[in-house]
């Protein structure tokens, strides 16, 4: 039998225009506590974005998404979260909010490989 650890993760659904509440999910965050890891993997699929909002900030959009991943790496590309342990990165980052990029509610797994799941879940859930 594998190791396997207790993982969490939410979705990342972009939500062009807040007051109408449609989403489409943009990519996946990650957090596996019992080995200090945090990552997030994200997909922007432009057409869908284009459906729901013709006029959407697409450039605005991509830079959300890409700022999250930041946070998950740490380092300066976390931002004011650089010194903050991986959970404390993820707990921020699914922290409810109302802008264009929105987490979704928190859902847990088991695992032996945390990076294997993000990529898992972005190809099931977001691609």
Known sequence: ???RDVFEYALLRVVPRV???ECFNAGVVVYCRARSFVAART???EAKLAALDPAADVTGVRAALRAVEGVCLGGEAAGQASGDDAGRRFR???APRSTVVQPGPV???LTGDP???VE???DLLVR
Do not use: F, P, V
Request: aromatic residues 4%; negative net charge; glycine residues 10%.
């Open 92 to 94: 921020w980052l699914i």
């Open 115 to 117: 990076e294997a799941e």
């Open 1 to 3: 039998m594998t190791d």
């Open 107 to 109: 859902h847990t797994g």
């Open 120 to 122: 898992r879940l972005l």
């Open 19 to 21: 007051e109408r509440g």
């Open 43 to 45: 997909h922007l699929d």
